[in-house]
């Protein structure tokens, strides 16, 4: 079982942060099927990147720092905040990820104790519709934020500090912060398949299960997030409507190819009757 720590108190304010490049993504993300223990596939389709979920499957979030440092993740799952239940925004808590750590979410969050399993079901039974916000039912989101580093004060007050108060930059609104978080999502092909015209399932208040996990502070360098992601899913057979898989993807789903090595060794014969 992989360990995290989630987000109870985090200032938005830190007394002052450097600026550090980012070269890559701070946080992997990857869905995973937890009935099939297989990781889904991406598809990118018109600027998205899409994941088939089966209905009726359980699944996981799973996240990975690929920092050196720590980092936090605010998870939004149908545009839900996946630990507070809220409508997502950046600005919330989330689950803070140690050096090189990964972590599988597995379900909402509870308690520090458990949580309600995340599972593929119909749109209409998902969570965000069962809570009045089916708005955006169908897509899986991360806000990623560095840790703020104390502030350096020299010895000597007519030594130059080598960075520049944090106090001195200027952050955009939270607002503008929360829509650049929820994105925009790309039109999609208008079809005579009834099944492409919307969204057929999203993520549901599944059974509990033990997921303990700690509380932490984190201090979040600045306001708006350094990594913003996010991949929609849908039943596969939607999918294939869209374009976004190959038609036989269903039948190659259902009927695996065969195996050269099944077992581990030559079972006898059955008796001749």
């Given at each position: 079982?992989?360990?995290?720590?989630?987000?109870?108190?985090a200032s938005?304010?830190?007394?002052?942060?450097?600026?550090?490049?980012?070269?890559?993504?701070?946080?992997?993300?990857?869905?995973?099927?937890?009935?099939?223990?297989?990781?889904?596939?991406?598809?990118?389709?018109?600027?998205?990147?899409?994941?088939?979920?089966?209905?009726?499957?359980?699944?996981?979030?799973?996240?990975?720092?690929?920092?050196?440092?720590?980092?936090?993740?605010?998870?939004?799952?149908?545009?839900?905040?996946?630990?507070?239940?809220?409508?997502?925004?950046?600005?919330?808590?989330?689950?803070?990820?140690?050096?090189?750590?990964?972590?599988?979410?597995?379900?909402?969050?509870?308690?520090?104790?458990?949580?309600?399993?995340?599972?593929?079901?119909?749109?209409?039974?998902?969570?965000?519709?069962?809570?009045?916000?089916?708005?955006?039912?169908?897509?899986?989101?991360?806000?990623?934020?560095?840790?703020?580093?104390?502030?350096?004060?020299?010895?000597?007050?007519?030594?130059?500090?080598?960075?520049?108060?944090?106090?001195?930059?200027?952050?955009?609104?939270?607002?503008?912060?929360?829509?650049?978080?929820a994105g925009?999502?790309?039109?999609?092909?208008?079809?005579?398949?009834?099944?492409?015209?919307?969204?057929?399932?999203?993520?549901?208040?599944?059974?509990?299960?033990?997921?303990?996990?700690?509380?932490?502070?984190?201090?979040?360098?600045?306001?708006?997030?350094?990594?913003?992601?996010?991949?929609?899913?849908?039943?596969?057979?939607?999918?294939?409507?869209?374009?976004?898989?190959?038609?036989?993807?269903?039948?190659?789903?259902?009927?695996?190819?065969?195996?050269?090595?099944?077992?581990?060794?030559?079972?006898?014969?059955?008796?001749?009757?």
């Open positions: 079982m992989f360990r995290a720590c989630l987000l109870l108190l938005l304010f830190p007394l002052a942060a450097c600026s550090r490049a980012v070269a890559g993504p701070l946080v992997d993300v990857a869905v995973i099927d937890r009935d099939t223990g297989q990781w889904l596939p991406s598809y990118p389709h018109r600027g998205d990147q899409w994941v088939a979920g089966e209905p009726g499957h359980r699944y996981a979030v799973r996240l990975t720092n690929t920092t050196g440092e720590r980092v936090l993740v605010v998870l939004s799952v149908d545009g839900v905040n996946a630990v507070t239940g809220e409508t997502a925004a950046p600005s919330q808590a989330g689950y803070v990820l140690d050096p090189w750590e990964s972590a599988e979410i597995a379900g909402w969050r509870k308690s520090l104790d458990d949580i309600a399993q995340f599972v593929f079901t119909d749109k209409g039974d998902s969570y965000a519709a069962r809570t009045g916000r089916p708005r955006n039912v169908g897509v899986i989101g991360v806000a990623a934020f560095r840790e703020a580093r104390p502030y350096y004060r020299p010895p000597y007050p007519s030594a130059p500090a080598p960075y520049p108060p944090y106090a001195g930059s200027r952050a955009r609104p939270e607002a503008e912060n929360s829509a650049k978080a925009a999502a790309a039109p999609e092909a208008v079809t005579q398949d009834a099944i492409a015209s919307r969204q057929r399932i999203g993520t549901g208040h599944g059974q509990r299960e033990w997921a303990p996990v700690g509380s932490t502070d984190f201090v979040r360098a600045r306001r708006t997030p350094d990594q913003v992601s996010q991949i929609r899913y849908d039943e596969p057979r939607r999918l294939v409507a869209l374009g976004i898989l190959p038609p036989p993807y269903r039948r190659l789903h259902r009927d695996p190819a065969p195996q050269a090595f099944p077992n581990g060794f030559v079972a006898d014969p059955p008796r001749w009757r």
